[in-house]
């Protein structure tokens, strides 16, 4: 089911010459310096950048402080949407930490969108080397509804953020959490691979929309 984007009456109306995109960096506060590198390298595409002024801590809380950090994730993201434009179709949540298995994790709701994003990936001479995982959003609804094979063959990831934002039909929500090498601001190698992901799932995006 797709749902409606959550919308405050003070949404930016659009303008003309407005962009298709949105990056957003620094929900999580110890990201944001990473998020800014990439930022840099993004200028002149037609992307805006949201930067997010007072991010959350990424670390984990403890089990009485959870529920008091997942309304604040909800809080916030809730105020990103105030913030986007009626022109925007895709918004990329731009996520990183320290170095894990895979480059880089991707998600979004649609498992088709997602298998076009592994291929575009696969297919591309300079992500060699790079292991993308596609991890499908889903909510325990979802879960009830999926057969064994598809929970085999699919990563899945109950989002901590409101459900009317990562399913919404527009703007679609992709996330990325890109793995370094070193906690911090990261290494130009990796901003530039988080450049190029954010290219390809832009192309795929936009070549694999409805009209």
């Not at 105030?82 to 649609?110: G, P, T, V, W």
């Not at 790079?130 to 899945?156: G, T």
Request: net charge negative.
């Amino acid at each position: 089911m797709r749902l409606p984007f959550f919308r405050s009456k003070k949404r930016i109306s659009n303008e003309p010459g407005a962009k298709d995109t949105l990056v957003v960096i620094g929900v999580h506060r110890e990201e944001a310096a990473f998020g800014e590198e990439v930022a840099k390298l993004l200028q002149g595409k037609n992307i805006d950048i949201l930067r997010v002024g007072h991010g959350l801590s990424a670390r984990r809380p403890r089990p009485d402080q959870l529920q008091a950090y997942l309304d604040g994730h909800d809080r916030l993201y809730r105020r990103i949407a105030e913030d986007i434009s009626d022109n925007c179709q895709l918004m990329i949540d731009l996520h990183c930490r320290q170095k894990d298995r895979a480059d880089a994790d991707l998600f979004a709701a649609d498992a088709a969108f997602l298998d076009h994003c592994l291929k575009a990936h696969e297919e591309d001479p300079l992500m060699t080397g790079k292991y993308l995982r596609p991890i499908r959003m889903v909510s325990d609804a979802d879960l009830d509804e999926l057969s064994m094979e598809a929970l085999r063959s699919q990563l899945f990831s109950k989002p901590e953020l409101p459900e009317a934002i990562w399913r919404a039909e527009q703007p679609v929500y992709v996330g990325f959490e890109i793995y370094l090498q070193k906690e911090g601001t990261g290494h130009p190698d990796e901003w530039l691979f988080a450049c190029r992901l954010i290219d390809m799932v832009r192309r795929v995006f936009l070549k694999t929309r409805p009209d």
